[in-house]
């Protein structure tokens, strides 16, 4: 594999999807700006372009709303994704900015280890300017994230959409959603197969094929939910009092453990402290990850709020604990064994969903394919714990992979052909860095 060549092409991919002083995921999928992949493309940026990695960072501020919560998406680009301004309508919450338009919900708080990486790329005199546009605003955000997230003072962050997970249709989130109780309009929809012309309106089923997105019917059901959280003006408190579906997600609570580690060297870059309340909520949440340990399953799942159980539908998110750091060697172990094992270790690891699973399917979005985001999370995690061998083995083959077939938004496991969306920023962007660690 020729690393400086596809490196050279990462970085063409990234000037090409770049829109002034931020990055789209892929234009003709995701024509506007995305809260983690911006954090993603930020972090490829800093080996090459600290300075425009700063901007992509700060541009994502614009979009944050005065109660803190920063928005899974900004709407910026042309028409194109059928869920835009109209959509969301997020002048409904007297939170949401005046000037621009934005979603009225959150995605995992990946901006903190962003900004860290950002930090440390930039020169010592970009640095106090940079950390003084930003801080404030992080430290909101996760103060947001325990105030209006986590209701029963655990210290684990309750999501309410998947949306806010990230990896969409990921296996625990469709079968929590599909027994979620019915509301208006989607149960006579459902009941009269009615989701199959919301095929017909698709954007995204015309530029990628359909049976590698997903289904209609939880399609249906995801823009049902936002709808709902529309009406009650992405209050969380509201939403959260009787809730369709809430969980207590894996990878958003492994991702902040991780985060609020970045947000607090950042404090003592700038030679600051902490709030006080904070400090109190990164340790609850360090501790809390292990309550998602299943025993006679020997691996993670991430939990149902309502229920109080866990929701053991198997997926990747059980190697996130490995990046938040915060498990200990021998759970660890635990985890590289299964990784290591056929279920999760085809030709090209990691499927999202193990291979052997009824929910698997390698072609379909976060149920089975490959995604250079989570390998980036499992290397860095098997780095961590010591398992350098593993995490250099998984950088070759994600590197590999990603020379052989593109830059694509995801892979096939087996074949590892390119799926989804071509020239696609985070596959880019993590390239970058992990041809960095690489060389
Ligand atoms: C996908 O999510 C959006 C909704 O937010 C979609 O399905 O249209 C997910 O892969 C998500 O993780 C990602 O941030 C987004 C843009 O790349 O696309």
């Known amino acids: 594999m020729d690393i400086a060549a596809n490196s050279h092409k990462a970085k063409l991919v990234l000037r090409q999807n770049n829109r002034g002083n931020w990055t789209c995921p892929a234009p003709k999928l995701y024509p506007h700006q995305w809260l983690w992949d911006s954090a993603f493309i930020a972090i490829g940026l800093a080996h090459h372009k600290p300075t425009e990695a700063a901007a992509e960072i700060m541009s994502l501020l614009e979009g944050q709303w005065s109660n803190g919560m920063m928005p899974h998406m900004i709407i910026r680009g042309e028409s194109g994704y059928w869920a835009g301004t109209d959509f969301w309508q997020s002048h409904r919450s007297k939170y949401a900015p005046k000037e621009i338009a ?74 929590m959603l599909a027994s979620a109780r019915q509301t208006g309009w989607t149960k006579v929809a459902e009941q009269l197969n009615l989701h199959k012309i919301l095929g017909l309106f698709r954007q995204d089923v015309q530029t990628v094929p359909s049976d590698e997105r997903l289904s209609d019917l939880d399609a249906m059901r995801c823009i049902n939910l936002a709808m709902i959280y529309s009406k009650k003006r992405y209050d969380s408190r509201r939403i959260l009092k009787k809730p369709v579906v809430a969980l207590e997600s894996l990878v958003s609570n492994c991702i902040l453990v991780a985060a609020n580690a970045a947000l607090l060297e950042m404090i003592e870059i700038a030679n600051t402290k902490p709030p006080v309340n904070l400090v109190e909520n990164i340790k609850k949440t360090e501790l809390a990850i292990e309550s998602f340990w299943d025993e006679k399953t020997t691996q993670y799942y991430p939990r149902n709020y309502l229920s109080g159980s866990l929701i053991k539908a198997p997926s990747i998110a059980t190697f996130l604990p490995l990046y938040s750091g915060s498990i200990s060697p021998s759970r660890a172990d635990q985890l590289v064994e299964l990784l290591t094992s056929p279920s999760y270790w085809p030709n090209f690891p990691v499927p999202s969903v193990p291979i052997d699973d009824p929910n698997f399917d390698d072609k379909l979005y976060w149920q089975g394919p490959v995604w250079a985001n989570t390998n980036w999370f499992i290397i860095k995690g098997l780095e961590r714990y010591g398992y350098t061998d593993i995490a250099r083995e998984l950088t070759h083959k994600s590197l590999g992979m990603i020379c052989a077939n593109g830059f694509s938004e995801y892979f096939s496991p087996f074949t590892g052909e390119g799926l989804g969306a071509d020239d696609f920023s985070w596959t880019a962007a993590l390239f970058l860095d992990l041809a960095n660690s690489a060389i």
């Open 102 to 175: 934005t979603s009225g919900i959150t995605q995992p708080p990946m901006l903190a280890i962003a900004a860290l990486a950002v930090t440390k790329a930039l020169s010592q005199a970009d640095r106090p300017t940079f950390l003084a546009g930003v801080l404030p605003s992080i430290i909101r955000y996760h103060q947001w994230l325990y105030r209006e997230r986590c209701p029963k003072n655990t210290g684990l962050v309750v999501l309410v959409h998947p949306w806010e997970n990230g990896l969409d249709n990921t296996p625990p989130w469709m079968q």
